[in-house]
């Protein structure tokens, strides 16, 4: 027979349990079954999401019993329940018709279970058929106009032919889940596509198995798309991550967020740009279409010159004491007082009798002392081919 966990929590006083809050979560309770219906309907009466998630159900008839009892209820998860056990029948799935979004995940519910709920939910928005082992997609004989979003993330879908029926099952569908299933190509004519989703907002094709740009170049057939996600996927695993994302975005000119971050205006042009350069000096039969599309927009860029930003580490100066000139190589990472260490041998001044002086040979002005003992050297600009003047303070 198995535990009887009613849904009411037990054990608490009859006070209390009046006022159940409208978010009730009641996951990992060991429930087998519904308890006594009387109470789920006196003490439920005001919840509109419940979360039954990793407990014991297993038949569609308790289910029943307990949704048919919560008459607010719009919000419903069923999560790591073993449902796959019992057929769900249509006078059941019809006792929760006012839920609106519905959580199967790791329920291992067979497609013939969705179908029962798509037809007996007519306001169905969003549905979670996560990790249930799916790797085919079965059609029911109607369409579900009314849901807007699909998680059906880490299946065993790999073909195209299988995704392309939840096209056809959700026509009205704004965004689809497909994180971590094995999609290897997107195989469907352009035009098709756009038939196939015309409502598609956002889609994540997350640690899926796309390994062609070809692939990414469809997403635009989606005529309303707007939000990508693509992580994770061999096509981009030899590129670093600059490159992933600006090859990217200048490849999908409608997409305005990429991983979950907005493209801006500026980075949308800076890619393009990019794009642009990335592919000037490829062959022509190896461009892509995108290529010329952005040569008629911003003409033809040359690569960009390599300047190296880096602080000069080092110069090679002349050292003036007296009527001597020496040239020498100075690290300008050291301080005054250091260079002052360096130069006591080759002028024979203690450092404490030495006044330096720097000169920039294409400054319009003359030596400028060298006062400040800690001050590092490459604050004065020194240059190769700059002079610096040691004179003696007891001159």
Known sequence: MGVHVPVTPQGSPMKDRLNLPSVLVLNSCGITCAGEETEIAAFCAHVS??????????????????????PQLEFLNLSSNPLNLSVLERTCAG?????????????????????????????LEELFLCLNDYETVSCPSICCHSLKLLHITDNNLQDWTEI???????PSLDTLVLANN???????????????????????????????????????????????RLLGIPLLQPYTTEERRKLVI???????????????????????????????????EEVPFRYHELITKY??????????LRPQSSAKVEVHFNDQVEE??????????????????????????????????????????????????HSFGIRDGDKIYVESKTK
Not at 49 to 70: F, G, R, T, Y
Not at 190 to 216: C, M, T, V, Y
Not at 330 to 345: F, M, N, P
């Open 299 to 308: 003409g033809k860029l040359e690569p960009l010159a390599e300047v190296d």
């Open 95 to 123: 006792s929760f018709s006012g839920v609106r979004k519905l959580v199967l995940n790791n329920s291992k519910a067979s497609w013939e279970t969705v179908h029962t709920i798509l037809q007996e939910l007519p306001d």
């Open 49 to 70: 999401e419940l979360d039954l998630s990793d407990n014991k159900l297993e038949d569609w008839h308790e289910v029943s019993k307990i949704v048919s009892n919560v």
């Open 328 to 377: 020498m190589s100075i690290r300008l990472d050291q301080t005054v007082a250091e260079l002052k260490k360096q130069l006591k041998s080759l002028v024979q001044l203690p450092p404490s009798s030495m006044l330096l002086y720097h000169f920039d040979h294409e400054a319009p002005f003359g030596p400028e002392e060298m006062k400040y003992s800690s001050r590092a050297l």
């Open 164 to 170: 392309r029926k939840l096209g056809a099952m959700f």
């Open 250 to 284: 200048a490849r999908l000119p409608s997409v305005s967020k990429l991983n979950g971050s907005v493209v801006t205006d500026d980075e949308r042009e800076d890619s393009e740009r990019f794009f642009i350069r990335y592919y000037v000096a490829v062959p022509q």
């Open 182 to 228: 094995h999609l290897s190509a997107i195989e469907e004519p352009d035009d098709s596509l756009a038939r196939l989703f015309p409502n598609l907002r956002s889609i994540s094709l997350h640690k899926s198995g796309l390994q062609s740009w070809e692939d990414i170049d469809k997403l635009n057939s989606f005529p309303k798309l707007e939000e990508v």
